[in-house]
């Protein structure tokens, strides 16, 4: 039997000489069975062991490490991201804030500006008031004056004319009447 | 030119003997311990970056697509049979990928190969059925609603289907393997034959070359998918030991 594989391999070479006598077709010799089987079975314990000791512990390592890796990665991804939505909240609020509080500080100077406008524009109001009464009462004397001046005007002329008319000098008090009678109509 | 020479099994030396049988480390040995080696190499020697290289990435997809498809045909419970499965899958896909390179030597060409992992399928199933379900496993060749007059039949159908996976799991990876490098070995004997004939065979050979450089790429599709049908085939199997009831 020890000869087993060689007898078998000289009788496919010798088939090929003669083409006669049919060997064995090599996967149906059935002396190298024995062998191949024993083969097999030390290369597949040998690769069962592989792959469950260390192989695949090994790759699913990996892969888990992978894993944890990209979700830690995501997960600090967000908690950044919610950080700076919070920074951005809080800084619209503060700007909300300060935009109110400037409207405010606006809106009191400006009524505070216009009251003390409005206060300066009676002041100088009643001034103008009190220099238009003076000099309404100015013109008014002045023009009462100017009216006394005209009557003794008319009087001196009206006495001169009847004196010249008639060569008697007239009662001052009769052309008086009659000149303030003339200037009423 | 012999298109069978390819699957001829050589001795490199004598390990021992077993009962007057002599056990030889021979070329298939060989082809079976590089597989091995090429797994671990691939799962062990390859990064362990947070973003993959290449290796890496094909390290990772093995596992995933190997674990991926025990979740889907045998659900979760199923994964307690991971290391097996996987060791079938790589075995199967890396000496079937190896096997394409010219020269080489594929392992599942040999139906004793096939056979007996095959049947390591069957008999886990079958042990591991009994062992989790006592009984009810029986149930496997049960299906639910069918009339009492024809279950009789129904059953027998069942065990023999049952009785003849080990078969088909094995005779379709081997005879896929085998019936695919010899047509490759075939067409390509046609370039060289047709070559020696002078300057009209050199013109030609050209046909039997681009059919040879098609079939290597067909060979290398049917070299992943059998392996994959294999795995597939196990995690179907394994369900029914898991979930006996239809």
């Known amino acids: 039997m020890a000869e087993s594989h060689g007898n078998a391999q000289g009788a496919t070479a010798h088939t090929e000489a003669d083409g006669g006598h049919k060997a064995p077709f090599p996967p149906f010799q059935k002396d190298t069975f024995a062998s191949q089987l024993v083969s097999l079975t030390i290369a597949f314990v040998a690769l069962y062991l592989i792959s469950s000791r260390l192989a695949l512990p090994r790759v699913r390592k990996t892969i888990d490490d992978r894993q944890n890796t990209i979700e830690g990665d995501l997960a600090e991804a967000q908690k950044l991201r919610d950080q700076s939505d919070a920074a951005l909240k809080a800084y619209e609020a503060d700007l ?43 013109i008014a ?37 009659a000149v303030e009678a003339s200037m009423k109509g | ?82 290391p097996f499965v996987f060791s079938i899958f790589m075995l199967v896909t890396v000496s079937n990928l190896v096997g394409i390179i010219p020269y080489t030597f594929t392992i599942s060409s040999h139906i004793i190969v096939t056979a007996a992992l095959a049947f390591l399928v069957f008999f886990t199933v079958l042990i591991y059925g009994f062992y989790r379900n006592g009984l009810r496993f029986f149930k496997l060749f049960v299906p639910s609603g069918i009339p009492v007059v024809i279950l009789p039949l129904v059953v027998a159908i069942e065990v023999i289907s049952f009785l003849s996976r080990p078969v088909s799991h094995s005779v379709r990876l081997f005879a896929n393997m085998l019936a695919g490098h010899i047509t490759l070995k075939v067409f390509a004997s046609f370039v060289t034959m047709l070559g020696a004939m002078g300057i009209v065979g050199v013109f030609g050979a050209v046909l039997p070359l681009a059919l040879v450089v098609a079939l290597t790429a067909l060979e290398l599709l049917v070299a992943f998918l059998q392996a994959y049908v294999f795995t597939i085939l196990t995690c179907i199997y394994i369900n029914d030991a898991i979930h006996p009831g239809h």
Do not use: C, W
């Open chain 1, 141 to 177: 004397s002045t023009r009462s004056a100017a009216m006394s001046n005209v009557r003794g005007i008319a009087s001196d002329a009206a006495t001169a004319i009847v004196q010249q008319l008639t060569g008697a000098t007239p009662d001052k008090s009769l052309v008086d009447n």
């Open chain 2, 1 to 82: 030119m012999d298109p069978i020479h390819q699957f001829n099994i050589e001795k490199i030396f004598t390990i021992g003997h077993i009962g007057g049988q002599e056990i030889a480390f021979t070329n298939s040995s060989a082809y079976m311990l590089l597989a091995v080696v090429l797994t671990s190499l691939l799962m062990l020697a390859t990064g362990r970056k947070l973003v993959p290289g290449r290796m890496q990435s094909i390290a990772e997809i093995s596992y995933e697509f190997v674990a991926d498809t025990i979740r889907t045909t045998a659900g979760k419970d199923g994964m307690k049979f991971f």
């Open chain 1, 96 to 138: 909300a804030a300060a935009r109110t509080r400037a409207q405010a500080i606006g809106n009191e100077t400006r009524e505070r500006l216009n009251a003390a406008a409005d206060t300066e524009r009676k002041a100088l109001e009643a001034q103008l008031s009190v220099k238009l009464a003076d000099a309404e009462k100015a």
